[in-house]
């Protein structure tokens, strides 16, 4: 057991109970929160797979500036704690099956693929650290095209922000 | 000892990190006293002075202070954001410290050779942006969490100003990229090293004074300053987004805010005024430079000691003697030929920070406070252009010489 | 803990671990040592003396959601130019010219939110 391991468990967990917490938490600003851990859990298991350029721009977007837009908008509609309905019958009997299924075939599919505890330890010690200049390189000169055309998908997004913004007021 | 020996990285960073801890918040502590006798200057009156020669343990009555003070949480609250949210302002603005390197020098721990710095990364600088994003849920909590009015109009206020000015923060930053071509801070001062016609310092700031100029606006607004302290103004906001707060939990917004104050110093530091590098030229007849920390510290000392015996206070009169021996006694160990190499790097960092941090108070004690609509559009009309024109002209300038 | 990759990593959780750590014993250290005594006022919400009235959390202005969502946007273009910037050197004019039509879209955009009032406050 070293230390990359233990990190890897420790952010594994927070992931998983962050992303339960999210769907148990009542109050919708712990919901948010449950989620910004989510995300940083995941930040340092990029961190841990050798690309911290991702996992400090996971933590910037997606923590920093996503996530801090989805509590304004909670804090904004004014929403209260969630009233808890039954669950639907659909989701008893169909959603949830199918859903522990989906889970139980990955973990088979992955076991197999990976032999279990062996290539997790392998798989999680030596990360080769991502060169940021290579990755920048291929992002400019490769898919150049894609990028330009964030800056359009951008665009795109100030206008349908404004346009929703007038409507409410 | 067999965790020594298996993970000698660790030992030597926990010796580090309890050193780096000790230092920031004693620092933090005196730069409250600091930033109270200067702006008393200003104003023209003396400042702290009672508690201890010239007030200087004020800093630690205050914290004895806030320590004993009734700890209410108001029943209305959200009591896990309103725990989190001091929680999270102090913890981030003190991690983001361990990626700052505070010279190029490297030093022997435990037998271990180690840099001056905490944690060394090749993506330091947008790290620690991202360290630092996380920073806006301790204001955005502690306004909500309280479940009162001002609180929750000082926590929107504050953090709607801090995301505005986050842009221009981010893009002030891009045109020292562009010169430097890396995001490691090693590499950012190593590239400032260097004269122009031999007395100029090839610092950032020169060829990015309007890189500098916005960093330097958007990190005041940034911290939530003067003249940017919009969320505290305490004229329409009573205390802004720690109204509810008492106790340690309301000193530590203080804490994180002073925290705030000393990082985004440093990383003026490291990116536009040339880190730890000397202002003067290493050629021979400079070399004088080098008994400068010592120098500096021999100055004070003296000065301590017969400022003390002149003193009027008795406690001035038995402790600044001791101070003043004490300086002595460490400007006589930069003198050394194993330490004096050692510490050029630090002084400078340190004196340039300390530089910066004393703009922030005079700048407190000298402007009025922007109105609301004022600052935002002031960020977003005017800041935010402006640094993507520095950018623009910058890389235009930088391609332009590739030729 | 092998390699100098992590090695440079380790440190930084150590840090927010101790730092977190601290943070926690300052907050654990002044609800403990602190007295507390029970007052119906000390409870209620702070409103400068006068008696609190209806909910705090009331819907507020829309444009606090407006400035979110710009940010985000700008945000995401500033993010877009780290990376860029170390490699300008490489690009050459090509980089430059591919990054002016990018900020060449995007000002299209800040000028339409500028004439539309979105950066006005009122």
Redesign the interface.
């Known amino acids: 057991m070293n230390i990359a391991m233990l990190v890897f468990i420790a952010c594994s967990v927070m992931a998983i109970v962050g992303a339960l917490a999210l769907i148990l938490a009542r109050e919708p600003v712990h919901s948010a929160l449950a989620l910004v851990l989510v995300m940083i859990s995941l930040a340092i298991l990029y961190l841990l797979l050798g690309a911290a350029f991702i996992a400090a721009i996971q933590i910037l977007v997606y923590a920093g500036a996503i996530m801090v837009l989805f509590v304004f908008v909670i804090m904004l509609l004014n929403a209260g704690e969630e009233v808890r309905t039954n669950v639907s019958r659909l989701a008893k009997w169909v959603g949830l099956p199918l859903g522990i299924f989906f889970l139980l075939e990955m973990a088979y599919s992955l076991f197999r693929e990976y032999g279990g505890r062996a290539a997790l330890a392998g798989g999680t010690a030596a990360p080769v650290p991502a060169s940021t200049r290579d990755l920048s390189m291929k992002l400019f000169t490769e898919f150049v095209l894609p990028f330009e055309l964030t800056s359009i998908l951008i665009l795109i997004a100030v206008l349908g922000a404004l346009v929703l913004a007038k409507r409410e007021s | 000892m067999e965790f020594v020996t298996h993970?000698p990285?660790?030992v030597v960073?926990?010796i580090?990190?309890?050193i780096?801890?000790f230092v920031v918040m004693t620092a933090l502590a005196y730069l409250t006293w600091f930033e109270r006798k200067v702006v008393a200057r200003i104003q023209s009156r003396w400042g702290p002075y009672w508690v201890g020669p010239h007030g200087l343990l004020q800093p630690l009555a205050d914290g004895i202070k806030?320590?004993?003070?009734?700890?209410?949480v108001?029943?209305?609250a959200?009591k896990?954001?309103y725990?989190?949210a001091?929680?999270l302002a102090?913890?981030?603005a003190?991690?983001t410290?361990?990626?700052i390197p505070i010279g190029p020098a490297t030093i022997s721990i435990l037998g271990q050779p180690t840099q001056l710095v905490?944690?060394?990364?090749?993506?330091a600088l947008?790290?620690l942006?991202?360290?630092s994003?996380?920073g806006?849920?301790a204001v955005?909590?502690a306004g909500?969490s309280?479940?009162?009015?001002?609180p929750?109009?000082g926590g929107?206020r504050s953090?709607?100003q801090m995301?505005?000015y986050?842009?221009s923060l981010?893009?002030s930053v891009?045109g020292v990229?562009?010169i430097a071509?890396?995001?490691d801070f090693y590499d950012i001062v190593g590239g400032q090293s260097g004269h122009w016609v031999h007395v100029i310092p090839k610092w950032h700031i020169f060829p990015q004074i309007l890189g500098f100029i916005c960093y330097l606006t958007a990190a005041i607004a940034e911290t939530n300053r003067v003249p940017f302290d919009l969320p505290e103004a305490e004229t329409e906001l009573?205390a802004g987004f720690h109204?509810?707060y008492s106790?340690?939990?309301f000193a530590?917004f203080f804490m994180a805010e002073y925290a705030n104050m000393i990082t985004v110093s440093c990383l003026a530091t490291l990116l536009f005024l040339g880190g730890w590098l000397s202002p003067f030229p290493e050629t021979g007849a400079w070399r004088w430079q080098l008994y400068l920390p010592a120098a500096g510290l021999i100055i004070a000392g003296i000065g301590l000691i017969v400022g003390g015996l002149r003193g009027v206070q008795l406690s001035a009169k038995l402790v600044f003697p001791v101070l003043g021996i004490v300086c002595l006694g460490v400007g006589y160990l930069c003198t050394l030929p194993g330490v004096m190499p050692v510490i050029q790097g630090p002084f400078w960092f340190t004196a340039k920070v300390f530089f910066l941090l004393f703009f922030y108070v005079w700048a407190r004690g000298t402007l009025p406070r922007f109105r609301?609509?004022q600052l935002?559009?002031f960020g977003?009309?005017f800041l935010?252009?402006l640094s993507?024109i520095n950018?623009?002209v910058t890389?235009?300038v930088?391609?332009l010489r590739?030729r | 803990m092998n390699g100098s990759y992590l090695d440079s990593y380790a440190p930084l959780l150590l840090m927010f671990l101790l730092a977190a750590g601290l943070a926690a014993v300052l907050i654990i250290a002044s609800s403990v040592v602190g007295r507390h005594l029970k007052v119906r006022a000390k409870d209620q919400p702070y409103e400068c003396g006068i008696r609190p009235t209806g909910d705090a959390r009331e819907p507020y202005s829309v444009h606090f959601y407006m400035v979110a969502m710009i940010f985000i946007l700008f945000d995401i273009e500033a993010i877009f130019l780290y990376p860029w910037a170390i490699v300008f050197k490489q690009l050459n004019m090509f980089g430059f010219v591919e990054m002016l039509l990018y900020i060449a879209i995007l000002v299209v955009g800040y000028i339409y939110l500028w004439k539309k009032g979105a950066l006005e406050w009122k």
């Open positions: 993970h990285v660790l960073s926990l580090k990190i309890a780096a801890l806030f320590l004993f003070k009734e700890d209410i108001p029943p209305a959200d896990i954001s725990v989190l001091p929680f102090l913890a981030l003190l991690t410290l361990a990626l905490i944690s060394h990364s090749n993506v947008i790290l942006f991202a360290i994003s996380i806006i849920y955005v909590l909500w309280s479940n009162s009015k001002y929750l109009m929107l953090s709607a995301i505005s986050e842009v981010t893009l891009v990229l562009l071509g890396s995001f009573v109204t509810e106790s340690f939990k530590m609301y609509d935002m559009s977003w009309k935010l252009p993507l950018l623009v890389s235009l930088v391609v590739l």
